[in-house]
């Protein structure tokens, strides 16, 4: 049983939320200014998932960001919807139909008009802070989630497509990978975080790997926080801070040096 949250005037419209993740994307008007993402996906269903939770669904609840999934399926073909089929050329699997796809990507492009769209694929392209960035200073996003072997190649071709990867490995769906994408762009609007300066000093903010954090007690297991830490002179702990974040990029990530 969930718990009624009051409802909550943005000076557009006025939305009546619940706790219930599924419901703070239900019955939801569309906002006016708001970051949206707009997610074709055969399982709805797996959304708001973490999107839901903390921060990010509090910022849902509160009308900062709108997410809206579409089914995949309702676009399919013949009475018993089908939307995929075996790959040209043999081999195993089956492939997201292009008709299919094609006719979900139409609808909702319709009325997303100037929004990226993006298929969340491991071959695309890899997902980095400055394009999360980029794209939390837009309107949002379309988000095409694959299964199966994928998506046919036209359709990705014909709608100029962008391809997104998370990661050098492969999902057994573009959900998760989508959620990914989206946490780490949703968290980057303004008043979400709540304190605009976590995310200037995080990792990948300024091209580098985070420095280490510490916080109470300032003794555990006999291991104390770093002197420097408590010294009080800030252009020391800055200081700090820039040589640990270079070290820890130089041991683990030499490639965001290279770059």
Not at 78 to 86: L, P, Q, S, Y
Not at 178 to 185: F, G, H, K, L, N
Request: some cysteine; aromatic content about 6%; proline content about 6%.
């Amino acid at each position: 049983m969930t718990k009624d949250v009051p409802s909550k005037s943005h000076g557009r419209k006025t939305i009546q939320a619940t706790l219930k993740p599924r419901e703070l994307m239900q019955h939801t008007p569309d906002l006016a200014g708001v970051w949206r993402a707009d997610v074709i996906t055969l399982f709805p269903d797996t959304f708001p998932g973490v999107l839901g939770a903390s921060l990010t669904g509090r910022a849902l609840k509160d009308g900062k960001w709108q997410l809206h999934t579409h089914d995949l399926r309702l676009f399919g073909d013949g009475k018993h919807r089908n939307v995929d089929d075996t790959p040209a050329g043999g081999g195993a699997g089956m492939v997201l139909r292009a008709d299919v796809v094609g006719k979900a990507l139409s609808h909702v492009m319709g009325r997303r008009r100037g929004c990226p769209v993006i298929y969340m694929s491991p071959r695309g392209r890899p997902l980095t802070q400055a394009r999360a960035k980029s794209l939390s200073q837009g309107p949002g996003a379309v988000i095409l989630c694959g299964r199966f072997e994928g998506v046919d190649q036209r359709v990705l071709d014909h709608f100029n497509i962008e391809e997104i990867s998370i990661g050098d490995y492969v999902l057994t769906g573009g959900e998760l990978a989508a959620q990914v994408m989206i946490d780490a762009t949703v968290r980057l609007l303004p008043s979400v975080l709540g304190n605009e300066a976590s995310t200037e000093e995080e990792s990948f903010s300024n091209g580098l790997l985070e420095h280490p954090q510490y916080t109470r007690p300032a003794v555990w297991e006999g291991r104390t926080i770093p002197d420097v830490l408590t010294s009080g002179d800030h252009g020391k702990v800055d200081e700090w801070r820039k040589d640990q974040s270079l070290a820890l990029t130089r041991q683990r990530r030499p490639d965001l040096l290279d770059d």
